[in-house]
Nanobody, 123 residues
Framework: QVRLVESGGGLVQPGGSLRLSCAASGSILSIYAMGWYRQAPGKQRELVAGITPGGSTAYGDSVKGRFTISRDNAKNTVYLQMNSLKPEDTAVYYC?????????????????WGKGTLVTVSS
C-alpha cells in the first residue's frame, strides 16, 4: 500500500555533508509526522529528527545544530541535511511516516518505515 524509499546515503569523510531523501508513495490521503531514525551496530534505534505538516521540528540532542529536517507535503517527501558529520553518526538511517491515512483505510491510520540507507562517516 504505502512505500517509503530512502536515498542519499553513502560514505563521507568527517566534517562532510550528506542529504538524505525519503519519498512516500501509494494511495496516501495524509501523513502526520515524518521523520528520521538511526541505528548503529549494537545500539538501539534512536530519533534523529521529526517534522509535522506545519513545519514544527524536533531533533535528537546529538544532532542539534548540525542536521536540518525539511518536508515537501505535496510530494510526501522528507529530507535530512546532515552537516559536520562525525564518525559517531555512522548508522543505518530509517525514514518513518507517522499516522498515515490511505484511500483504502481512511479510518485506520498506520505507521510505515523505509528499509533504511547506510551512512558511513570515516576517513
Amino acid at each position: 500500500q504505502v512505500r517509503l524509499v530512502e536515498s542519499g546515503g553513502g560514505l563521507v569523510q568527517p566534517g562532510g555533508s550528506l542529504r538524505l531523501s525519503c519519498a512516500a508513495s501509494g494511495s496516501i490521503l495524509s501523513i502526520y509526522a515524518m521523520g528520521w531514525y538511526r541505528q548503529a551496530p549494537g545500539k538501539q534505534r534512536e530519533l534523529v529528527a521529526g517534522i509535522t505538516p506545519g513545519g514544527s521540528t524536533a531533533y535528537g540532542d546529538s544532532v542539534k545544530g548540525r542536521f536540518t529536517i525539511s518536508r515537501d507535503n505535496a510530494k510526501n517527501t522528507v529530507y535530512l541535511q546532515m552537516n559536520s558529520l562525525k564518525p559517531e553518526d555512522t548508522a543505518v538511517y530509517y525514514c518513518n511516516a507517522d499516522t498515515v491515512i490511505t484511500i483504502e483505510s481512511p479510518r485506520q491510520p498506520m505507521d510505515y518505515w523505509g528499509k533504511g540507507t547506510l551512512v558511513t562517516v570515516s576517513s
